[in-house]
Nanobody, 117 residues
């Protein structure tokens, strides 16, 4: 049974930093495309960052240069380092996994990130 569990969310001031973690189990982690999505109040879910090992990571334009996605395949962990946070980054952040670039098969339940001005 595949499980993705996010952690690390919280409340920070604008300009601050947070690091999110996603613990994956039940899948061949190193072979999976992993990603972070977010959904803000009143908004649709949007792509934030993706990691397709061993290829380059991808980022939404809105977070490029501020967020860094990384993974530890030995620990089955996915991370999202978020720096210089802005109020518009406030959202529930979801970890996702997919066996191919075109699909996202599994989702975590999300972790709340709140950025105050």
């Amino acid at each position: 049974q595949v499980q993705l569990v996010e952690s690390g969310g919280g409340s920070v001031q604008a300009g601050g930093s947070l690091s999110l973690s996603c613990a994956a189990s039940g899948l061949a982690f190193s072979t999976y495309r992993m990603g972070w999505f977010r959904q803000a109040p009143g908004k649709e879910r949007e792509f934030v960052a993706g990691s397709r090992f061993p290829f380059s990571s991808t980022y939404a334009d809105s977070v490029k240069g501020r967020f860094t996605i990384s993974r530890d395949n030995a620990k089955n962990m996915l991370y999202l380092q978020m720096n210089n946070l802005k109020a518009e980054d406030t959202a529930v952040y979801y970890c996702a996994a997919g066996a191919a670039v075109s699909t996202w098969s599994y989702w975590g339940q999300g972790t709340q990130v709140t950025v105050s001005s």
